[in-house]
């Protein structure tokens, strides 16, 4: 027997899109069973963040999964032999981790299915995004056809829905959003290359997105610099 409660698996990294994402599934009624990953990141205290978030949100559940993309590399925010660049380039940057989408909804999708969950809920976003090809509508589209031909749920007629809700939002329409569910932006970390006590570079990609975003949405920036 179906269970009553609406249950959703929600991707928290710490930063500001999926914690405004995870408040968005509180309020439309969810359980929220948080998952993020240590992911062998160069920013660490953005799994601090996660934690601060969460508690606070008073979450059903949160877990934190160790995986080693590391090992593969390949990307600024994995290999710290490749520089966090400070100016914007054209194409796909070098911070984009290789398939990090795919394999964080993959397990998400694990999850969702011991919890019969409806929904996973992930902070995509294709206005002001950083040129991420996992963070587009037809990547969502393609997951969600995959995720209900793989599971149980699925081939029951009782598919599981990804739900992107920032994904046609600006970084300010996001940060209005926020503001108003409650969302205290101290706690979250966007920067790639914080450091351990959760302090902005000031000067990456994530960095300028979310100052612009602060600024355009006429809010006041809460965040730790360096």
């Known amino acids: 027997m179906k269970q009553s409660e609406k249950r959703a698996v929600v991707l928290l990294s710490g930063g500001l899109d999926s914690a405004t994402a995870l408040a968005m599934a509180m309020e439309q ?5 948080v998952l ?3 992911y062998g990141q160069r920013s660490v205290t953005e799994l601090n963040a996660a934690r601060a978030i969460a508690a606070q949100a008073g979450v ?6 160790r995986l080693h993309l590391e090992d593969f590399g390949g990307s600024a925010l994995t290999d ?4 966090v660049p400070e100016d914007q380039a054209e194409g796909v940057p070098v911070t984009y981790v290789p398939a990090r989408n795919t394999v964080f909804l993959s397990l998400a999708l694990g999850w969702a299915e011991v919890l019969d969950a409806d929904a996973i809920f992930i902070g995509v976003n294709a206005v002001d995004y950083s040129g991420y090809p996992d963070c ?3 990547f969502i589209e393609a997951f969600e056809r995959m995720a209900n031909l793989a599971t149980r749920r699925g081939i029951n007629g009782d598919p599981v829905h990804i739900e992107t809700p920032l994904m046609h939002l600006t970084k300010a329409d996001i940060i209005r959003r926020g503001t108003a569910l409650g969302i205290d932006y101290a706690l979250t970390v966007s920067c790639y290359q914080a450091d351990m006590e959760g302090r902005a570079c000031g000067r990456c990609d994530s960095c300028r997105l979310r100052a ?3 600024e355009d949405a006429g809010v006041v920036d809460p965040t730790r610099y360096v």
């Open 212 to 214: 612009k975003g602060f």
């Open 36 to 38: 993020s990953f240590d």
């Open 60 to 65: 059903s559940e949160h877990r934190v999964l």
């Open 80 to 83: 710290t032999s490749i520089d």
């Open 136 to 138: 587009r509508p037809e």
């Open 29 to 33: 009624g969810y359980s929220c069973h």
